[in-house]
């Protein structure tokens, strides 16, 4: 059973971006350090060509417990608070989690990465992330999971020298 943690922080991949001292590219996704060692990997999804427009940032990182990671998805302020969020990963079972937190400017959700939906993820090709927008029309985005198991074995590398 995936857990869904509602917790209520506020980080994002944008914000690590801003902050990061250094950043490894793998396929997808990003290892993004700051400067006190604390480091994620993360992956931006825009609409648009020049890549202005993010309308899904994920992020995977231990700032909840040193146990177990988490992934942080970050999405528009204007969701439809109640639908939550579906994640369908390749041909596996779709998992509908819901949102931690909603601000004016964005929404949340922070889901426990168990072994089955890591497994899902390290050996998947796309992930479909789904939400449904304040006035019905419902968004359903491709968040590719190409360079993910790299970026992860990056992460845990990281946390072995600290």
């Given at each position: 059973?995936?857990?869904?943690?509602?917790?209520?922080?506020?980080?994002?991949?944008?914000?690590?971006?801003?902050?990061?001292?250094?950043?490894e590219t793998f396929g997808s996704w990003?290892?993004?350090?700051?400067?006190?060692?604390?480091?994620?990997?993360?992956?931006?999804?825009?609409?648009?060509?020049?890549?202005?427009?993010?309308?899904?940032?994920?992020?995977?990182?231990?700032?909840?417990?040193?146990?177990?990671?988490?992934?942080?998805?970050?999405?528009?302020?204007?969701?439809?608070?109640?639908?939550?969020?579906?994640?369908?990963?390749?041909?596996?079972?779709?998992?509908?989690?819901?949102?931690?937190?909603?601000?004016?400017?964005?929404?949340?959700?922070?889901?426990?990465?168990?072994?089955?939906?890591?497994?899902?993820?390290?050996?998947?090709?796309?992930?479909k992330v789904a939400f449904a927008l304040?006035?019905?029309?419902?968004?359903?985005?491709?968040?590719?999971?190409?360079?993910?198991?790299?970026?992860?074995?990056?992460?845990?590398?990281?946390?072995k020298g600290s």
């Amino acid at each position: 059973m995936r857990l869904v943690l509602t917790v209520f922080i506020f980080f994002f991949a944008v914000s690590g971006l801003a902050q990061a001292q250094s950043k490894e590219t793998f396929g997808s996704w990003s290892l993004l350090c700051g400067g006190q060692g604390n480091c994620s990997v993360s992956q931006l999804v825009a609409m648009d060509p020049e890549g202005k427009k993010v309308l899904l940032g994920a992020n995977i990182n231990f700032s909840i417990s040193n146990s177990f990671p988490v992934l942080m998805m970050r999405m528009p302020p204007n969701l439809n608070k109640t639908s939550g969020v579906g994640i369908k990963i390749d041909d596996n079972k779709a998992i509908q989690v819901a949102l931690s937190q909603c601000t004016s400017v964005a929404c949340q959700s922070v889901i426990k990465i168990d072994k089955t939906l890591f497994a899902e993820m390290r050996d998947g090709k796309l992930a479909k992330v789904a939400f449904a927008l304040e006035k019905g029309k419902q968004l359903t985005l491709p968040l590719s999971l190409d360079g993910f198991a790299d970026a992860y074995a990056a992460l845990l590398a990281t946390r072995k020298g600290s």
